[in-house]
């Protein structure tokens, strides 16, 4: 029993000597430090004694995803590294040996970054752990799909320049906030996304009040695919109705082609209406432009139809009636009875009177078929030098719409502003004292 006894208080003695050993520090490794740091649940943010907590933002990766022409909307991923210090994470140098240790990162306080102007935000950690160091100092990546609206000036599509600011903050509320300080190490990533290419991105700042960063994002579009599509194909239907006056428009040739552009011309103003905004302060020129060739097609083949209508009947009035050399017809039926009746007059009487007569009818007939000969003619030439001017006319609109056109797209009609997203109202209240009164 003793012996027993005694065994027993040895291996009490034993296990509690060892329990003392592996209770002490220096044989405590990495995931023990880590598993002691996971259990103090530091979870609130680490708030210095005037309730400002300081993130470092060493680095940003910046990355267009799309850019929604019709909505005005650019889709952006964005990495942020980051960097702070939480002295509740650090341990003394002499207790554990380790620089650094692993901490899953939804056991302790990572901040939020608040982007100002964004319709939609998911913020995702880059990993799931982070790096703690032995002052305490955290680092940690984040990756932020955000959407931000943002109004580019597409005054002259598909030649546009654009700004877009994404506003990367932290927060403040009366006395307590985060303040980010960003690094200007901002690295853009495959600056080209289909239609809109990034061409840069920059830190800037606000300059009426502090704590206010924005990434400005400079846009421009490719030309290309709109030219090809919209603006090449209109003037090449410009073309073809101007080199359509080289159809003669009697028989209504001309027409039945110009009626054919108008409807081509229709197709691409759907096309048009699809892919540009309509509205908003600056309408893109195109759709003025779209509308002035319509109009343009749209007048001209009014004039050829006008035209033809004056080579058949030397009017442009609708009411009067169309005579297709009515007179001709019935004088030479008439004349034919009129030879029959001389014949005859001339067999029965043999006169000389009524010989003259009818010589006499046949010359006033036959200055009749002139006249009407001659009056077509006239109204044909007049008909054809009016084509003509008209012609004129239009090569000296088209030539001066260019002109104008050009000139209009050197200026700078439209201005937009993307800055005015911030909230004044949540800024600092300086009219409460938060001063501790302990009275
Ligand atoms: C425990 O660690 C301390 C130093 O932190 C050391 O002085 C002591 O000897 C250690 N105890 C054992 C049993 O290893
Ligand atoms: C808060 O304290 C830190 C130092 O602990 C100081 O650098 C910072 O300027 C202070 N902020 C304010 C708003 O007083
Ligand atoms: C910018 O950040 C990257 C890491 O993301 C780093 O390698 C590089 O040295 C930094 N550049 C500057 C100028 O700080
Ligand atoms: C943040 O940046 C400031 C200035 O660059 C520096 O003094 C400070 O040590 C940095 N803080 C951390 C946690 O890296």
């Not at 409807?263 to 048009?272: C, D, E, G």
Request: proline letters at 3%.
């Amino acid at each position: 029993m003793v012996l027993k006894n005694s065994i027993s208080t040895l291996i009490l003695i034993m296990s509690s000597l060892t329990v003392m050993t592996r209770g002490n520090s220096t044989d405590c490794d990495r995931r023990c430090l880590a598993n002691i740091l996971v259990k103090k649940e530091l979870l609130s943010a680490p708030q210095g004694d005037n309730c400002t907590i300081r993130v470092n933002i060493t680095s940003i990766q910046y990355e267009t995803l799309s850019f929604d022409t019709k909505e005005m909307q650019m889709n952006s991923r964005i990495k942020v590294n980051m960097q702070w210090k939480d002295s509740d994470l650090g341990w003394t140098n002499d207790t554990y040996r380790f620089p650094t240790v692993v901490l899953p990162v939804e056991k302790i306080w990572t901040p939020r970054i608040v982007l100002d102007n964004a319709v939609e935000t998911t913020m995702e950690p880059y990993t799931n752990d982070v790096q703690v160091r032995r002052d305490g100092v955290v680092e940690h990546s984040v990756i932020l799909f955000t959407t931000v609206s943002c109004e580019i000036n597409l005054f002259n599509y598909p030649y546009v320049f654009g700004e877009c600011p994404v506003a990367i903050n932290g927060w403040s509320q009366k006395s307590c906030s985060l303040t980010l300080s960003i690094a200007n190490n901002v690295t853009l990533i495959s600056g080209s996304r289909g239609e809109w290419q990034t061409l840069s991105v920059s830190k800037n700042e606000d300059k009426t009040q502090e704590d206010r960063n924005y990434l400005f994002v400079t846009l421009s579009i490719n030309p290309f695919g709109a030219f090809v599509t919209l603006i090449l194909p209109s003037a090449l239907i410009m073309l073809a109705d101007l080199v359509s006056f080289a159809l003669p428009f009697e028989g209504g040739e001309r027409n039945s082609f110009k009626v054919t552009l108008v409807l081509s011309f229709t197709m691409f103003l759907l096309i048009l209406n699809e892919h540009l905004p309509n509205g908003g302060n600056c309408s893109p020129l195109l759709h003025y432009h779209f509308s002035f060739c319509l109009v343009c097609l749209v007048l001209s083949m009014l004039i050829s139809i006008v035209l033809t209508r004056l080579s058949v009947d030397g009017s442009i009035l609708p009411c009067r009636r169309v005579k297709v050399h009515p007179t001709l017809d019935t004088q030479t039926h008439g004349s034919v009875d009129e030879e029959k009746d001389t014949d005859v007059i001339e067999k029965n009487s043999g006169g000389l009177n009524s010989q003259q007569a009818a010589l006499q009818k046949i010359v006033k007939f036959l200055e009749n078929m002139n006249k009407d000969d001659k009056q077509t003619d006239d109204t044909m030439a007049f008909s054809y030098r009016l084509d003509k001017i008209l012609f004129y006319i239009f090569v000296f609109i088209y030539i001066s719409y260019i002109i104008i056109l050009i000139c209009i797209t050197r200026t700078d009609i439209c201005k937009v502003n993307n800055l005015d997203f911030w909230d004044d109202s949540e800024y600092y209240d300086d009219n409460f004292d938060y001063s501790y009164n302990p009275d």
